[in-house]
């Protein structure tokens, strides 16, 4: 059995980062989502080394045990991209395919975007490429949601993650169950004043993808970060629209591959932008839909999503 290592990397953008990794070869860089860490990836790790890869999971800044600064203003998307394209510097690699599932994926494109030198392929789950839009996003958000949806509470301060830092391990529960594809499709949208844990119901039963093991290891890694760091990417929203002007409605040149699940809530909701979006990403190689499967891909799918990754790197 391939084994995971781990140990801190300092990437050029200067934040010590941890990273767990394996196997040996072209670098493949796995970006997670939100609420996650390096973890999320722990079947693709074992499976692209395997195949010939040196595939890298990191903590993203904020996250787990990289953990990040105080400030929100220092989780641009500017400084993600940075940390990403620095990291993989530090690597000791020239370029690098850079995959990204959930808040990874706008990060994975990005850094496609704005450093197509460095990245030579994209892999993207669950988010597609959305090209920036004409006006600053939370007050969108706001109009067509209302304050309830998750994005907008989310700019509120310490609110958001007093409640999820609350009980972790319910938190890890309610969100890997509630938008994954064996339970409910949720709004997103809380009622009167409450939370986003008030959308998500605790499972009675977990899937079987997904164990009290699993639930337990996202609670370890989180002991030392807690939600603060993950939240403050949201709080940049439209700071990230100021920031990328030069970027505006600017194509992906790098191979692309897509997956989601037909069952995910962002990716269905996103199904038009999807269908469109050679319009900005013409060398999208494959869009893969997963049947059943929720927001989670890589972990509710591993055999599927692995499949497909592999697919795809053999013929760059």
Known sequence: MTEITHRFVRSDSGLRMHVAEAGEGPLVLLLHGFPECWYSWRHQLVALAEAGFHAVAPDQRGYARTGGPAE??????????????GLI???GADRAVVAGHDWGAPVAWAAAQMRPDVVRGVIAMSVPHRPRGSKPPVESMRRLFGDGFYMVRFQEPDAPEAELDRDRAATFRRMLYGMSGDGPTPALVAPGGGGLLDVLPDPERLPAWLTPADIDAYVEEYAESGFTGPVNWYRNLDRNWELTA????APIGPPALF??????????????VIDTMTDFVPNLRETVWLPGCGHWTQQERPAEVNEAMLRFLRAL
């Open 246 to 249: 030069a970027w505006h409605r």
């Open 259 to 272: 997956l989601a699940g037909d069952r995910d809530v962002v990716s269905v909701g996103a199904r038009q």
């Open 72 to 85: 929100a203003g220092e989780y641009t998307l500017l400084h993600l991209v940075g940390d990403a394209v």
């Open 89 to 91: 510097r530090a690597l």
